[in-house]
């Protein structure tokens, strides 16, 4: 902790001792008091209830539940959708399975309504039409006097999903929609973004919120309040009671990028098992949580009821200290650098630097056989530099709240070696870069500026829809605008050739919009060592 924190935590520690001796007693104050309700068997059962949302006028839980005998894939479905009405008496009535054609054999999921509720946004296992099921992304089903429509795909620009979790919400407002994925950008495992909603019906490209929500670890299901400006989620990354806790936090401006430090809900909400899916509705009534503490591993649906009561108030005096002792955690980070293929250990340097240099110390150290050990401070972000002679340089952004341990793999730089750039991605037809591509561009400078006699080839590719001529000069001015910006950060341009492909290596199919964009790709190929 910096000079300046220990400062401040002093004046704060005297303030509190000041404010104890003037306000020695106070008369009675009110407390609120968190009551948290298990919905019952009509709403949860003995499988998996997850990703509660309430329809807009709030008479309607939709959620997940998964491995049912009556889902539509039976014991082996990974989730379908549910849903259970509140009747006269303010009771959840016995829940249904929606049928089709929301559910399928594949995961099925609600994320959120339009405010009319005339769309209802699902996880998305189709494009197109329902015959073509995919595993990642969102569909749009439409309300008409028939029912629900068939899914339909939704354009999200440059979407795109690593991990098999995916959760995520609109906005009561419908103009924002959250998502926890592994995707550009990230810090380490899902992360939490937002897209907002264009005036055409599709969605901006995903917008990270930073370090201050994101850890290495895992941010999940992300709901936002009616106003927009208070952020709920699940992580494993900020400390807490359990496996996962609800955190919450304060949006500080119009920039989405900018957000308080996320404060624990506190054991009223968190338990030892898991959390998560916490949201309040738009009209201020009950939260409502998913836990898997006495569920035997699986979530129920709880009821969270804030209760204000009376309480008489004694403020007990705080004996006057002239020096506050400061502990600093720190947790064991370990394992080993090896080489892809052959998983040969490699000699290696790693430095681990803090975000905010006050925060911790620079930690640098050098392996001989492959294995580290370090000690870094508790939740500190670092990035984690990895170089080994001859290898691929290597980044990662981590933050530890327990020890951990993690291997890493580095490509061997030999004639012939091609590497994709897959953070390389370009504004749709036109040359225009999108932000999350300079951070790779510039492991290819380091690279460069460490293995000084090492050339290589810049080759552009796009997909083959539209006319291929057109495609070939789009494909070279992209690798020109790549060449361009590594000459600009100090690499001769002598050591970098420029070649056009256009659309005939493709590496996927092109017959979706999903396997198109990797064809859409920037990559190189090492020429001289």
Not at 76 to 95: E, H, M, Q, V
Not at 255 to 276: C, D, F, R, V, Y
């Amino acid at each position: 902790m910096g000079k300046l924190s220990k400062y401040l935590t002093k004046i704060v520690y005297i303030f509190l001792v000041i404010l104890s001796v003037g306000l020695g007693s106070l008369g009675a104050q009110e407390r609120e008091q968190v009551l948290r309700e298990n919905l019952g068997p009509n709403v949860n059962s003995t499988y998996d209830e997850q990703n509660p949302v309430l329809s807009p006028d709030g008479k309607t839980m939709y959620y997940t539940r998964v491995n049912h005998p009556n889902n539509k894939g039976g014991i082996n479905d990974k989730g379908d959708i549910w849903f259970t009405r509140l009747d006269l008496s303010g009771n959840w009535t016995l829940a249904q399975n929606l049928g089709r054609p929301l559910n399928d054999r594949f995961i099925n999921g609600i994320i959120g309504f339009s405010p009319d509720g005339k769309l209802m946004y699902l996880r998305n296992n189709y494009i197109n039409d329902h015959r073509n099921p995919i595993q990642q992304g969102v569909s749009v089903s439409r309300k008409s006097s028939d029912g629900w429509s068939y899914p339909e795909n939704v354009k999200i620009k440059y979407f795109m999903n690593k991990s098999e979790e995916q959760s995520m919400s609109i906005s009561p407002d419908g103009m924002a929609m959250l998502m926890s994925i592994e995707s550009y950008g990230t810090y380490g495992l899902e992360d939490i973004y937002v897209s907002f909603l264009n005036g055409d019906g599709s969605w901006t490209e995903p917008l990270n919120l930073g370090s201050t929500i994101n850890t290495a670890y895992h941010e999940m299901t992300p709901t936002i309040t009616a106003d927009n400006s208070t952020l709920y989620f699940s992580s494993n990354g900020h400390g807490g009671f359990g496996s996962k806790d609800i955190f919450k936090s304060q949006r500080l401006d119009d920039t989405w990028k900018k957000w308080s430090a996320p404060e624990n809900l506190g054991p009223a909400i968190n338990t030892e098992g898991m959390e998560l899916s916490y949201f309040e509705p738009a009209d201020g009534g009950n939260a409502f949580v998913v836990s898997t503490q006495n569920s035997d591993g699986y979530g129920d649906i709880n009821k969270i009821k804030i209760v204000q009561e009376e309480e008489e108030e004694v403020v007990e005096e705080l004996p006057v200290a002239t020096e506050i002792e400061e502990k600093v955690l720190s947790h064991t980070f370990q394992g080993n650098i090896l080489e892809q293929e052959t998983n040969k250990r490699l000699e290696a340097i790693l430095t681990f630097t803090p975000r905010q240099p006050n925060e911790a110390e620079v930690v640098k150290l050098e392996t001989s056989n492959g294995f580290f050990k370090v000690e870094l401070a508790d939740k500190v972000i670092y990035t984690m530099d990895i170089e080994s002679l001859g290898h691929l340089y290597d980044e990662e952004r981590i933050s530890l709240v327990a020890p951990f341990r993690k291997d890493y793999w580095l490509l061997p730089l030999v004639v012939g070696t091609t590497v994709k750039l897959k953070n390389v991605l370009f504004e749709t037809a036109t040359i225009i870069l999108v932000d999350s591509a300079y951070q790779e561009l510039d492991l290819v400078v380091r690279m460069m500026q460490q293995n000084t006699n090492m050339e290589i080839e810049l080759g552009g590719h796009t997909d083959n829809r539209g006319n291929a001529r057109l495609n070939y000069i789009l494909s070279d001015d992209r690798v020109k605008k790549v060449k361009s910006y590594l000459v600009e950060q100090g690499i001769s341009a002598d050591r970098i050739i420029g070649k056009a492909y256009g659309g005939t290596k493709p590496v996927s199919s092109n017959n979706t919009e999903e396997t198109r964009r990797l064809n859409r790709r920037v990559e190189f190929t090492i020429l001289k060592e």
